[in-house]
T-cell receptor, first 113, second 111 residues
Framework: ETGVTQTPRHLVMGMTNKKSLKCEQHLGHNAMYWYKQSAKKPLELMFVYSLEERVENNSVPSRFSPECPNSSHLFLHLHTLQPEDSALYLC????????????FGPGTRLTVT | RKEVEQDPGPFNVPEGATVAFNCTYSNSASQSFFWYRQDCRKEPKLLMS???SGNEDGRFTAQLNRASQYISLLIRDSKLSDSATYLC????????????FGQGTTLQVKP
């Protein structure tokens, strides 16, 4: 399935690096999300964009910086991360930002060394 | 108290068994409820929505009990392919109305 794609699938970065995660949805949806999934913990919502406007910033540290240039693309810019930021980062999209089914991408497995 | 709480399991059952998972939520104002399925090293996918009247999809039955603030998922005639983590998801648990995911319940169906 190619509804929501994410690149890269795996990323290893040092604490002083700067990298970006990319998400693209081909479903014509209006809302996009970033989630963090750590081992043994529930998915944590990080950011929500609806019609390219950020509508949710869930107390995420400033070392994570989202960007939504259009309704099909979403980026997560990373800089000076900590080892505890190692996790699976999932992008999702939905028809709107309400109680709609969310379609997830395959995720980026991030390791911070 | 967690907003959405699930028993992480794992639940180990033989093929053909019936298994049930429960999930509790803390906010009585929650409006919509879902079960998602997540296979190992894969992304979550919607399994079914949960309606007030209860709903059934093949071998899967979902129930909502608003008075007790819990949701259940019943799987009948378990298949090996049902092995996965089942995520309870609640919408409307906060002022912003975002989806809140439970930790998930892991099911292992054995031959």
């Amino acid at each position: 399935e190619t509804g929501v794609t994410q690149t890269p699938r795996h990323l290893v970065m040092g604490m002083t690096n700067k990298k970006s995660l990319k998400c693209e949805q081909h479903l014509g949806h209006n809302a996009m999300y970033w989630y963090k999934q750590s081992a043994k913990k529930p998915l944590e919502l990080m950011f929500v964009y609806s019609l390219e406007e950020r509508v949710e910033n869930n107390s995420v540290p400033s070392r994570f910086s989202p960007e939504c240039p259009n309704s099909s693309h979403l980026f997560l810019h990373l800089h000076t991360l900590q080892p505890e930021d190692s996790a699976l980062y999932l992008c999702a999209s939905s028809q709107g930002s309400g109680a709609y089914e969310q379609y997830f991408g395959p995720g980026t497995r991030l390791t911070v060394t | 108290r967690k907003e959405v709480e699930q028993d992480p399991g794992p639940f180990n059952v033989p093929e053909g068994a019936t298994v049930a998972f429960n999930c509790t939520y803390s906010n009585s104002a929650s409006q919509s409820f879902f079960w998602y399925r997540q296979d190992c090293r894969k992304e979550p996918k919607l399994l079914m929505s949960v309606y007030s009247s209860g709903n059934e999809d093949g071998r899967f039955t979902a129930q909502l009990n608003r008075a007790s603030q819990y949701i259940s998922l019943l799987i009948r005639d378990s298949k090996l392919s049902d092995s996965a983590t089942y995520l309870c998801v609640v919408w409307g648990s906060s002022n912003t109305g975002k989806l809140i995911f439970g930790q998930g319940t892991t099911l292992q169906v054995k031959p």
